[in-house]
């Protein structure tokens, strides 16, 4: 008990809350771009134009086929060498920057095939009333078959959620100050890793199962109009 | 002009190896309802969904009042579709919609009415087929037989030239076929130009101006109801009624 509170002055909690909020922020961005990424990406892979299908197919395959901790590193120890060769100048990264970009980039060839997916997953019968009455592809999109994926597409965006929280964690190996680095951070402070690694996941307990629980109440709320 | 509504020539349609339709050829006129019978796999299904542009064909032609198909142009397959209500086996209602709005969504995005313009007819429409008290019911909310009256008045709003019902009674529980025949009746009774693909021979016996007998993709014999079920001239006719009507 004595340890306890040792670690927990307010400082302490503070910085760690501080490195909590770091880690909802890159999971929040992420999760924005990654779907902006993943709406572009299954647009592709439906696409009539075989090449445009090709660049979809080429994307999710690269990224669902390589660790993300290699991602993560090449934008942050690569994208600097990419970007003195084409614009000549150096620049330092910032740990949170590349993150996001590095992270919305993965996420997005998940979300690429949770949007396709749940898309092809309406009965064809729904596409065909669609044709039969008249309906131009873009309002059949819009109309009836948008809306009804995206009821089942609300799910699995929860979970991707869920996932990127735990996942922003890769970024303490860049240097970036989110919750595991700072509890890392406090660990070497006091000698003791033990007590923040607990707390930490104390945070990340609170945090995914707090976003499972609205989820639930959500998934209930629209299964009720069903 | 004649009054020729559908003009079917020589339409083949091949899936993977089936010749599913075999150079049909089928005329259809303004009033005309014709039934197309025959055992499964027939190409009976596949045959309407041709005309409509929901299968392409491999070849041939089709007129719709008219004017040739243009298979390849999504904008003159469109506008075709307006002439054209088309009704599924398995209703195919838009889940997401209530009632209402399942039969004002193409008058109002499709022919550009005005949203009280296409409620007003909805209703009209429903009450007709005897569903208005569900216009806010959701579609999961109905039985069978109420879902394809629904899918029969969402039809009805686009006011087609011409009907095509695909087994509307297939998917039914029997108690509930007879409230479905009833409103094609009543359709029929109006003069609306009906294709009605079916296994209710009684039905198609009753309202049919000519009966289509398909078999293996071809269509092997047609007449008035009285010469199809009551004079048939073909072996492959004979021994399908023999059958159907035993069972
Ligand atoms: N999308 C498809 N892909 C491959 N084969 C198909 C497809 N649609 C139909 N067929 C085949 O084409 C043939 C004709 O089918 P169709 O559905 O037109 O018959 P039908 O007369 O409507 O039969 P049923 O009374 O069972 O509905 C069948 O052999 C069927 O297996
Ligand atoms: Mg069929």
């Known amino acids: 008990m004595e340890i306890l509170s040792v670690f927990l002055t307010p400082e302490n909690i503070q910085y760690m809350l501080k490195g909590a909020l770091m880690s909802v922020v890159v999971a929040v961005c992420s999760l924005f771009f990654g779907t902006i990424?993943?709406?572009?990406?299954?647009?592709?892979?439906?696409?009539?134009?075989?090449?445009?299908?090709?660049?979809g197919g080429v994307y999710v395959q690269i990224i669902r086929g390589t660790p993300m901790m290699l991602q993560i590193l090449f934008f942050y120890l690569g994208g600097p060498v990419i970007w003195k060769f084409l614009f000549g100048r150096v620049f330092t990264p910032n740990p949170f920057v590349v993150g996001i970009i590095a992270?919305?980039?993965?996420?997005?060839?998940?979300?690429?095939?949770?949007?396709?997916?749940?898309?092809?997953?309406?009965?064809?019968g729904q596409w065909e009333a669609s044709k039969a009455l008249g309906l131009t592809y873009k309002q059949m999109m819009k109309l009836v078959i948008l809306p009804q994926s995206f009821k089942r597409i609300l799910p699995p965006f929860i979970s991707e959620f869920i996932t990127l929280i735990k996942d922003s964690s890769l970024l303490s190996s860049i240097g970036a100050v989110e919750l595991l680095t700072s509890?890392?951070?406090?660990?070497?402070?006091?000698?003791?890793?033990?007590?923040?690694?607990?707390?930490?996941?104390?945070?990340?307990?609170?945090?995914?199962?707090?976003?499972?629980?609205?989820?639930?109440?959500?998934?209930?709320?629209?299964?009720e109009s069903d | 002009m004649t009054n020729e509504i559908i003009k079917v020539d020589g339409v083949t349609k091949i899936f993977k190896h089936v010749k599913a339709v075999d150079n049909v050829s089928l005329s259809i006129k303004k009033g005309d309802i014709v039934s197309i019978i025959g055992p499964s796999g027939s190409g009976k299904s596949t045959l309407i969904r041709c005309i409509n542009g929901l299968e392409i064909p491999d070849s041939g032609?089709?007129?719709?009042?008219?004017?040739?198909?243009?298979?390849?142009?999504?904008?003159?397959?469109?506008?075709?579709?307006?002439?054209?209500?088309?009704?599924?086996?398995?209703?195919?209602?838009?889940?997401?919609?209530?009632?209402?709005?399942?039969?004002?969504?193409?008058?109002?995005?499709?022919?550009?009415?005005s949203e009280e313009d296409a409620k007003a007819l909805a209703e009209t429409l429903l009450n007709r087929v005897g569903l208005l008290d569900k216009k806010d019911s959701y579609p999961a909310q109905l039985s069978g037989g109420q879902k394809q009256r629904v899918a029969i008045a969402r039809c009805l709003c686009m006011q087609p030239e011409v009907f095509l019902f695909d087994e509307p009674t297939s998917a039914l529980d029997p108690e509930m076929i007879g409230e479905v025949l009833d409103v094609m009746q009543e359709l029929a009774s109006e003069g609306t130009t009906m294709i009605i693909v079916t296994h209710e021979m009684g039905f198609a016996k009753k309202v049919s101006s000519r009966v289509v007998f398909m078999d293996k993709g071809e269509i092997v014999e047609q007449g008035s109801a009285t010469d199809i079920f009551d004079h048939p001239q073909s072996a492959r006719l004979q021994e399908f009624l023999s059958k159907v009507l035993r069972s």
């Open chain 2, 61 to 113: 032609e089709i007129y719709i009042d008219g004017e040739k198909v243009d298979f390849g142009n999504d904008k003159n397959l469109e506008q075709m579709r307006l002439k054209i209500g088309f009704v599924f086996q398995h209703f195919n209602l838009f889940p997401h919609l209530t009632v209402l709005e399942n039969l004002t969504l193409a008058p109002i995005n499709v022919l550009g009415k």
């Open chain 1, 37 to 55: 990424l993943g709406v572009l990406g299954a647009a592709a892979k439906m696409s009539r134009n075989k090449f445009i299908k090709m660049l």
């Open chain 1, 183 to 223: 509890a890392k951070v406090l660990g070497a402070n006091y000698y003791n890793y033990i007590v923040p690694l607990c707390m930490a996941s104390v945070v990340y307990l609170v945090m995914t199962m707090t976003i499972s629980y609205f989820a639930n109440k959500l998934e209930r709320r629209l299964a």
């Open chain 1, 103 to 124: 992270i919305s980039i993965n996420s997005g060839a998940y979300s690429t095939e949770l949007i396709r997916s749940a898309i092809q997953s309406i009965d064809k």
